[in-house]
């Protein structure tokens, strides 16, 4: 089958998908067109890249239960294709409303050990720290605010999908060892501070993050109180009744 079809698309386990596309790569033809959807961009790209076939290596930043494609964005790794092929290719991915990022695999990888593999690995910690302490969920929520409330929803979000996915996701980014040795040292500062009651090393610390973020800081602020409101909104309807 794969060497009749124009079109290859591997769409398999993040962990196994490297060693798929390499037993599968020898199968390959020149005029074909390689690609994959993986979460992890280097590894899966290059082991495309042994065949003499098209490459593009593909990211959705969404999951499958999804209304509609429209303001989603998709990561897009061009590595070896005729700049005609990719523009129509391009073209096809934006007809649906999703948002076209191009990169590398490299640049892909750095930015997912921020954007996946540091958010998803302080959300796996937030449930861990609440399952060792014994923390009360329902206990938890009743006295959550609807900003809280969003916040816990993510984390109950992430757990409510696959652990394989996941733990492959931090295991398999090359950036996961930076990220760790960063979460290592704030912690150890954090941890500094609160032995020593030490309040001016948390305000220092704050106001240099907000430094660094800048603009987004209040933008983001506005944002959310949407989101919060948004929220206050669905639970007054949902709770209604005549």
């Known amino acids: 089958m794969l ?3 124009d079109i290859v698309l591997f769409s398999v386990p993040l962990h196994r998908t490297e060693a798929i596309i390499r037993d599968l790569v020898p199968y390959a033809k020149p ?12 590894g899966p790209v290059r082991e495309m890249l042994r065949s003499a076939s098209f490459v593009v290596g593909l990211h959705p930043m969404f999951g ?12 897009a790794c061009p590595a070896r ?3 005609p092929d990719w523009l129509r290719l391009r073209s096809l991915l934006s007809a649906g409303g999703m948002e076209v990022k191009e990169s590398t695999p490299e640049e892909h990888d750095r930015m997912m ?3 996946q593999v540091l958010f998803h690995m302080t959300t796996m ?9 014994g923390i009360d969920l329902a206990e938890v929520l009743e006295y959550a605010s609807p900003g809280y409330r969003v916040e816990l929803s ?8 696959s652990p394989e996915l996941y733990s492959a996701i931090i295991q398999g980014n090359p950036g996961t060892g930076e ?12 941890g500094g501070w609160f032995e020593k009651q030490e309040l001016s090393g948390f305000v220092k610390d704050f106001e240099r993050s907000a430094r660094y973020l800048g603009e987004f800081c209040s933008r983001a602020f506005r944002d959310s109180s949407v989101l919060h409101e948004t929220v206050v909104k669905c639970s007054e309807g949902g709770s209604g009744g005549d």
Do not use: N, W
């Open 3 to 5: 060497e009749s079809s």
């Open 31 to 42: 005029h074909q067109l390689l690609l994959d959807l993986s979460s992890l961009k280097v």
């Open 64 to 75: 499958g239960r999804i209304s509609t494609f429209r303001g989603q964005t998709i990561v």
């Open 81 to 83: 294709i005729p700049t």
């Open 113 to 115: 050990s921020i954007i």
């Open 125 to 133: 910690l937030t449930g861990r720290v609440m399952r060792r302490m």
């Open 154 to 161: 993510q984390v109950g979000r992430l757990f409510a999908q």
């Open 179 to 190: 990220v760790l040795a960063q979460l290592r040292e704030g912690l150890e500062l954090y």
